[in-house]
């Protein structure tokens, strides 16, 4: 049974983070352009002059966070931000969509066209001061998370719905030979986005258009969906004191005026408690 996390409705809401060392999560409304929290109880929120969409912590006070120009040093407490590396900076159709950081404390990010424009986008890995394109001719980037055996990768173009897999270096974190599908939902229809692997190496894909999370197993098979009263779900995370608290990102981008009246959770954030069994979110190195 999932409850609303917080009650500000997102145009498109992004990227949550469980901070594991600050104990609070973190996430975007990147059409909004603001990375939001809530802190003591209260709402908060950071507003920016162009899209902004996910973040890796890199301390307590730090966050690397990705902008559609960048990839940025965040100062937490002052507001603050400090280029650490272009990012599509020279290409105005594009902007930063998922992202997350590896084991090794890479951070991948995806990007793509800001009307969705067919293989706009592309995904990339930025580790120890280089940002490398690992992905091209992606429409919409997704569900970039990693086994918590380091294995493989996963990664999708929602536009395929396919989930992709990537055998990765167990040294350097760099992907080798070819990806391959893992999941294929063509024939449900079903759209996959944002994803979350738990602590026994299942992945959690939020299903755009679906309101729901979907579970599989590492094998690809389905175990289960939990419910959220939004009609695009677009992300989850683990987080809460013991893992156990499923967020949930949503959107009301593409609903008309009657859906959002008739259902106006559409874009606020949600939690299931005991859900399942996340990992902590690993900190990116720079």
Not at 247 to 272: V, W
Request: charged fraction near 25%; proline fraction near 5%; aromatic fraction near 10%.
């Amino acid at each position: 049974m999932s409850t609303i996390f917080d009650d500000r409705p997102c145009e498109l809401g992004e990227g949550p983070l469980w901070h594991p060392e600050r104990r609070q999560l973190f996430w975007f409304d990147i059409i909004g352009k603001r990375l939001m929290t809530r802190e003591r109880g209260m709402p908060k929120s950071w507003s920016f002059d162009e899209h902004v969409s996910a973040a890796g912590w890199v301390d307590r006070d730090t966050l690397l966070m990705a902008s559609e120009t960048g990839l940025w040093r965040l100062d937490l407490q002052s507001g603050k931000r400090n280029l650490i590396t272009p990012l599509e900076a020279d290409n105005p159709v594009t902007r930063s969509n998922d992202g997350r950081a590896d084991p090794w404390g890479g951070f991948w990010i995806g990007t793509m066209g800001k009307q969705a424009e067919p293989g706009a986008g592309s995904i990339y890995r930025f580790w120890k001061g280089e940002l490398r394109r690992v992905v091209s001719d992606v429409t919409i980037s997704n569900a970039i998370c990693f086994a918590p055996d380091r294995s493989v990768a996963y990664f999708c173009d929602t536009a395929t719905k396919q989930v992709r897999r990537w055998r990765l270096n167990a040294e350097t974190g760099w992907p080798e030979g070819d990806s391959a599908v893992f999941l294929d939902l063509r024939k449900e229809g079903l759209n996959p986005d944002g994803a979350v692997i738990d602590a026994q190496g299942n992945i959690w894909i939020a299903q755009w258009g679906a309101s729901r999370i979907a579970v599989y197993k590492a094998d690809g098979m389905f175990l289960k969906a939990v419910a959220f009263d939004a009609s695009h779900t677009s992300c989850p995370a683990f987080g809460g004191d013991e893992l156990n608290t499923l967020f949930c990102t949503t959107a009301r981008q593409g609903l008309n005026a009657e859906t959002i009246d008739s259902q106006p959770t559409n874009g606020m954030t949600f939690a299931a408690r005991n859900a399942g069994q996340g990992q902590a979110e690993h900190k990116v190195i720079l």
